[in-house]
């Protein structure tokens, strides 16, 4: 004890000496180590040495850099953590070094993105979830910088950011950009006017783009209310283009959104580009007579084909329909590969969840269904299939998945995914009898395939976790993870693959060409199928990115298979 008491003494006094020493216009040094900061505000970094009513002066001194240990911790320097005094000059850059990083502290934005990255996930690209701002896009008034407010989207100041998404979209899109620059002298689609309802992502932004170097004119809103990346809307709006959507969207907005597309004065449109039905409906259902200058309808998505199918049955198909979504590279390529990588994406992205072991019910095995199972499977997920099909049924037990009814399994599994195209797959009553944390999602286009609707109950508790997941909680305390509240799930809550949606967009612009293009009495007011050529040609397009070389058929084969050389190579009623 004598002997502490002794170096305090001695500190002191080496500590008057250099204050005797130090010329009058130096700062104090022990000022130096005084911040009003708050250690709290930056969190990481180490708040600087404070004066201490009480403290031996050696507990104040900064240490000798030549003398301090680089590793150690704080105090590493003496067993009371008192170190030596520096001399005046190093003190001076030490001071300066550490003001300037105390200094680093987060900005206000640095503490959104740092809260943001904790409590969110990634479900989202940043740019769409980091403004403050609430005011609804409608209140706005926005312009590009060529001055037209011709838009209505989240911030048009994210044009910049989503255009550097789109520049790298077209990387993976090598179909599109081949037509694109193949076609942009004919212009085929001069004169066209196109009015797009479909998922508004660096993809599709892509596709408009390309429609616009061919000749067309494009209005946009998007299919789904939470799909829209509010950065490539803002680009695409910046670039000239009239879009109106964005990310979370009311209904109200959805539908506002498709009329300011269809009702504008002085522009018509003659081509439909739907996903879903929904712009299709609307125009039937309030602007009939623009159908009498309208040339056709394209339309990609199982929910907005049916629909197109009703209306060809009941007699009310106006125009002729390109039913994109059965072309052989829509259902092998989009719906099957596309959602065998998506489905894992969205889940993890909004769940963290691991699939080994997990038991999941899959609901419908056609092509997405297909690839739901594949993915899970390979993930060592236990994977149970509902179907009504009796051939897709077949093709599940084959594959190795075992068939059930929803009822059978509805108690015991942890993730229900719906992929059927239908209604009330999964039904409130399957809601009741579901474990406790039960992720429930939905790959279909439409919402309505889980009863969500039952779910807004008085006795029931939502409450949002994360962007696009919902915990809805029963009297009992027993929660289910609602996601993107039964909307589309990769699109709602992750990404797609670029590759995949070149082939889906490549074949969407040749089927408005073809329709646009073809002479009067080619297409009645029917529902078609894209001609076996063109799906060729787009698959053609897309070879050259994996290095393939066809082989070519000599003349004998051809003659012997009694094909053209150049095809196409399958009658339509094959099945691939």
Not at 168 to 185: D, F, N, S, W
Not at 494 to 522: D, H, M
Request: proline share 5%; net charge neutral.
């Amino acid at each position: 004890m004598s002997v502490q008491v002794a170096t305090v003494k001695l500190a002191d006094m080496e500590l008057k000496e250099a204050v005797r020493e130090r010329p009058a216009e130096a700062p104090p040094v022990l000022a130096a180590t005084v911040s009003p900061a708050e250690p709290d505000n930056c969190p990481g970094i180490p708040a600087p040495s404070q004066p201490v009513k009480g403290a031996p002066a050696s507990a104040m001194k900064r240490s000798d850099p030549a003398q301090r240990p680089r590793e150690g911790g704080e105090g590493a320097g003496s067993p009371e953590g008192a170190v030596s005094e520096a001399p005046r000059t190093v003190k001076k850059i030490q001071f300066a070094d550490q003001k300037r990083e105390f200094n680093k502290r987060p900005t206000k934005i640095g503490r959104r993105s740092l809260s943001r990255s904790i409590s969110q996930s990634s479900t989202d690209s940043y740019s769409s979830d980091s403004s403050d701002d609430e005011t609804s896009p409608r209140d706005k008034q926005q312009k590009n910088s060529k001055g037209s407010g011709d838009f209505c989207v989240k911030n048009i100041k994210q044009a910049e950011f989503g255009r550097r998404e789109i520049e790298i979209a077209e990387q993976e899109m090598p179909a599109l950009m081949a037509l694109r620059k193949r076609a942009q002298g004919e212009k085929p689609l001069s004169g066209a006017k196109i009015v797009g309802c479909t998922h508004i992502t660096a993809q599709t932004a892509v596709l408009i783009e390309t429609l616009g170097a061919l000749g067309a004119q494009c209005r946009w809103a998007a299919c789904n209310i939470y799909s829209t990346l509010n950065e490539v809307a803002a680009a695409l709006a910046e670039s000239g283009f009239p879009v109106f959507s964005w990310k979370g969207e009311s209904e109200d907005d959805f539908w506002w959104c498709i009329d300011r597309c269809v009702n504008v004065e002085g522009w018509q449109p003659n081509m439909i580009l739907d996903d879903g039905g929904d712009l299709t409906h609307w125009i039937y259902k309030k602007y009939p007579n623009m159908f009498k200058k309208i040339k056709g309808i394209v339309e990609e998505s199982v929910t907005g084909v049916h629909r197109l199918y009703q209306l060809s049955k009941a007699g009310k198909l106006c125009v002729p329909a390109m039913n994109v979504n059965d072309s052989v590279t829509k259902q092998k390529f989009d719906n099957l590969y596309c959602c065998r990588e998506s489905i894992l994406d969205g889940l993890k992205r909004t769940t963290d969840m691991m699939f080994g072991g997990k038991q999941v019910v899959v609901c419908g095995y056609g092509e997405v269904g297909k690839g739901c199972c594949a993915a899970l499977k390979a993930m060592g997920s236990i994977v149970y299939v509902t179907e009504i099909d009796p051939i897709c049924a077949l093709q599940a037990c084959m594959d190795g998945f075992r068939l059930v009814k929803l009822n059978e399994v509805i108690r015991q599994v942890d993730i229900v995914i719906t992929c059927t195209g239908n209604k009330n797959v999964v039904t409130r009553e399957h809601l009741d009898r579901m474990k406790n944390g039960c992720i429930v999602c939905n790959m279909g286009h439409s919402n309505t395939e889980i009863d969500v609707a039952s779910l807004r109950t008085p006795e029931l508790t939502w409450e949002r976790v994360r962007s696009q997941v919902d915990h809805v909680i029963w009297p009992d305390g027993k929660r289910i993870v609602l996601l993107a509240e039964g909307r589309l799930l990769n699109l709602s809550c992750s990404t797609v693959p670029t590759f995949v949606l070149s082939i889906t967009a490549t074949t969407q612009a040749l089927a408005l060409i073809e329709l646009y293009n073809a002479p009067e009495g080619r297409y009645k007011q029917d529902v078609y199928l894209l001609p076996k050529k063109m799906d060729e040609y787009v698959a053609s397009l897309h070879l050259p990115t994996f290095d393939a070389h066809l082989t070519e058929l000599s003349d004998e084969q051809a003659k012997y298979l009694g094909l053209n050389k150049n095809g196409p190579f399958k009658p339509n009623y094959y099945r691939y």
